[in-house]
């Protein structure tokens, strides 16, 4: 039989055994077609706790065949259920005998809805196979090319996310299963309808023109444009049957008599944009200038239904927004919108959101290098409390502090999709970190996390680390660099670290962790990690001891390629035997540069000299590294 398998990470596959296999069997053939080490799989069904008895068979569970549908097109005509991991479904964890414990000893809940982007490509694939392939349907309605089957395929999957998707919103269930019920049905609705109109005729005598969907002028030379360089620029826009979908004008500066020029072109492409690119288009023009060229491009794209809108580097300020306010207020599906190095002060972040009628549909929201602040982040979070789709929120360099961090955190508990959670380099401080610690728990599906020089200090850093511990399971990357962290919030950290079985990058750069730290990182990082790839530890006041262990406790991750230690006190004998241990695993090259070791160290502030305190008795450090233990709530 053929079971549908997920790996937490999102990754979705089938595996093929027979009906009468064990559960180590089943474990053994993913291993093999996976490259996962059998030992450390954990598996779990749609519901329910881990399975554990690696001798039962499938069967004492309930795996059977009669789990799928023989004739699902009875069911929903046509729609391709094996592309759906939701009929029988397990979830793959890899993770170790403590991780198995506090698996027994909390409820275990998995959510349906909404699917892995890796899922929805794989639904559009089987629907346009099964489009364009003889049937019982085909035959008395015709066949689909692959071509217009792909076509098809992809605007059902987007119009059935989008019902179902409302739907789960309106009426939440738990585990979204309504929602994926309503995909299918809604699915194979469209589908059956996209069989009955058969393939679009032509009007006689057109020779349609087909184009890649993205028209794309930033690649060339970066310059000014001019009318005449815009007519030879924008002349293939201008060719009957063109089905370009996203437009990118960035990296070339228009002058108004350019804009002049591409004002019909957009205009007659208004009804076919999904995607706007509009960032970097007044580099360099008097302000007068810039704003004309900006209400050109407004005007002539007031209508257009966009999917995404990028507007960066236009130095744009109130002014800027609100000469976009014509294109801005017909935008009421944006799903991307981008406004980095803007010039975005509290009046302009204000009448971003003033202006833009909804944001219900928001997935990828990217604020950096503004002049926000608080007030300008307490607009942001407004905006943010009205999208409850948040799947990437970047609001990195933009000053803000204590007040306007907080407002941040706590409109990001309404996020419940935020997948990517971006705030580096702002003056957040301890109040503002507790603040998001108290909104960690709902953000289960939080793959990165970033944030960096916010001023969290031991006492932020301690309130986000334990709250880590139980949440956000599927966490890929933490970086905490630059926040100020000593020896005092490394227990915490390291009982974090431990738990996240997924990360795949660690950034803990520019603290105070000392050797005591770092062997406490070290020990978190030894057991499972399988898919680490990089830790960076540089400038930590770390020495022998420390860099030693941190070597050990990479080398033999299958996927490592970055340690970086640069920047602390380790001797040149430390440093040959750090690439004595990584010589034992694949290579020395996984070391990163060493250009700022300093082996003689610093003073500290009350004049000690800091070699005194690189020669603690290893043997203490070592101790603390054996009776390591991580405290579960």
Known sequence: MELVMEILTG???????????????????????????????????????????????LADYGIEISYFPPFPFL??????????????????????????????????????????????????????????????????????????????????????????????????????????????????????????RGSRPKEDG?????????????????????????????????????????????????GVDAARVAEPILASLRDQLIELDLSDIVAGRPEEEALEVMMIFSSALEGCV??????????LGEKGIRAFEALLKSQKSLEELYLLNDGI?????????????????????????????????????????????????????????????????????????LKKLDLRDNIFGVDAGIALSKVLPQLTSLTEAYLSYLNLEDEGTIALANVLQES????????????????????????????????????????ELKDEGAVLISKSLQEGHAQLKEVDLSTNMIRGLGARLLAQAVVNKPDFVMLNINGNWMTEEGIDEVKEILKVGKTVDVLGPLDDNDPDGEEDDDGSNADDEGNEDENDLELKLQHLKVEQE
């Open 345 to 417: 002060s509290v009046e302009a972040a204000q009448a971003v959101f003033e202006l833009i009628p909804s944001t219900e549909k928001l997935r990828i929201l990217h604020f950096h290098n503004n002049m926000t602040g608080d007030d300008g982040a307490i607009a942001i979070s407004d905006a943010v409390k009205n999208s409850p789709l948040l799947e990437d929120f970047r609001c990195s360099s933009t000053r803000i502090g204590s007040e306007g961090g907080v407002a941040l955190a706590e409109a990001l508990g309404t996020s419940v999709n």
């Open 206 to 254: 057109e020779v349609p023109v087909r184009h890649t969907a993205v028209f794309d002028i930033s690649k060339g030379q970066r310059g000014f444009i001019e009318a005449v360089d815009a007519e030879e620029l924008l002349r293939p826009l201008l060719e009957p049957g063109n089905s370009y979908t996203k437009i990118c004008f960035s990296n070339r500066s228009f």
């Open 472 to 511: 956000a399971p599927l966490l890929e990357v933490l970086d905490m660099a630059g926040n100020e962290i000593t020896v005092k919030a490394a227990p915490a950290l390291a009982g974090c670290i431990e738990m996240k079985q997924f990360l795949t990058k660690l950034n803990l750069s520019e603290n």
């Open 11 to 57: 990754k979705l596959f089938h595996v093929q055994i027979d009906q009468s296999a064990t559960v180590k069997e089943l474990k053994k053939k993913i291993a093999m077609q996976e490259a996962l080490p059998e030992y450390r799989l954990i598996l779990v069904q749609r519901s329910g706790p881990p399975i554990k008895e690696d001798q039962s068979s």
């Open 75 to 196: 069911i929903f005509p046509f729609f391709p259920f094996s592309s759906l991991p939701f009929l029988l479904r397990f979830r793959i964890c890899l993770g170790m005998e403590t991780t198995t414990k506090s698996f027994q000893n909390r409820a275990f809940s998995i959510k349906l809805w909404p699917p892995s982007q890796d899922t929805r490509e794989m639904l559009v694939e089987k629907m346009t196979r099964n489009l364009s392939s003889p049937s019982l349907f085909s035959r008395k309605y015709g066949l689909l090319s692959k071509e217009e089957a792909e076509e098809y395929a992809r605007q059902i999957e987007d119009s059935a996310f989008a019902v179902a998707n409302e739907h789960h919103h309106k009426v939440p269930d738990g585990d979204g299963s309504s929602a994926v019920q309503l995909y299918a049905k809604e699915s194979s609705k469209l589908m059956l309808e996209a069989l009955k």
């Open 306 to 315: 966009l999917s995404s809108l990028n507007l960066s580097d236009n130095a």
